[in-house]
């Protein structure tokens, strides 16, 4: 099992803390007038799914968990779980909906991710940083709006709702960062 410090965490990183497998959200190094810097941290539970916030000192060293990542490709979902083709045995698994969380907001058919395995059991997933995704739903966007303009609220095809520029319309194909949820660019102009 391999450790890390604060000086080398990275948005999407898994370390063990207090006996259990956080994914970090978000972080910042902070410095301290007169004390030690620290760095704080969103941590996401990987399995309850609990965020919190935590500050650590700079320096201070991490158990990273014994991860093994399959790739798989998602097929479809129903009520309770996702199921996914493993790339090399082209088993079907199924992830139940809990374990997926709010990833599912940017699962599309035929999308491949990692599948986070810890002692033998699927605990997440690992989605692209970034996916392509039609635009369902937004307001018509208006002649002569340029980039410089403001944004405004669109509904992904997978049902992810999100603010993109006001020039873009129903049917745009765009890339969305899958860490935040922030439009990056259109792709396909509909």
């Known amino acids: 099992m391999g450790t890390v410090d604060t000086t080398k965490f ?7 803390f207090e006996n259990e ?3 970090i959200i978000d972080f910042q190094h902070r410095v301290m007038q007169a ?8 941590l996401k539970n990987i399995i309850s799914g609990l965020t919190q916030e935590k500050s650590f000192r700079s ?3 991490f158990q990273l968990p014994d991860l093994v990542t399959k790739n798989a490709q998602f097929l479809y979902s129903n009520n309770d779980t996702y199921t996914f083709m493993d790339l090399e045995s082209f088993e079907q698994i199924e992830v139940a909906k809990n374990v997926v969380g709010d990833k599912s907001s940017f699962l599309k058919e035929e999308l491949n991710v990692q599948l986070l395995n810890y002692e033998s059991e699927i605990i997440g997933i690992d989605l692209p940083t970034s996916v392509e995704l039609r635009i369902s739903v937004t307001e018509p966007g208006l ?3 340029t980039v410089t303009g403001g944004n405004k609220p669109a509904e992904l095809e997978t049902g992810a709702k999100i603010s993109v520029p006001l020039f873009i319309n ?3 194909i765009i890339k969305v960062d899958t860490r935040d949820g922030k439009y990056l ?6």
Do not use: F, L, N, Y
């Open 185 to 190: 660019e259109r792709i396909k102009k509909a």
């Open 10 to 16: 990275h948005k999407g990183q898994k370390i063990i």
């Open 143 to 145: 002649k002569g709006d």
């Open 170 to 172: 129903i049917d745009d």
């Open 21 to 23: 497998i956080w994914e």
């Open 35 to 42: 004390r030690k810097p620290i760095v704080k941290t969103k």
């Open 59 to 61: 320096g201070d060293m």
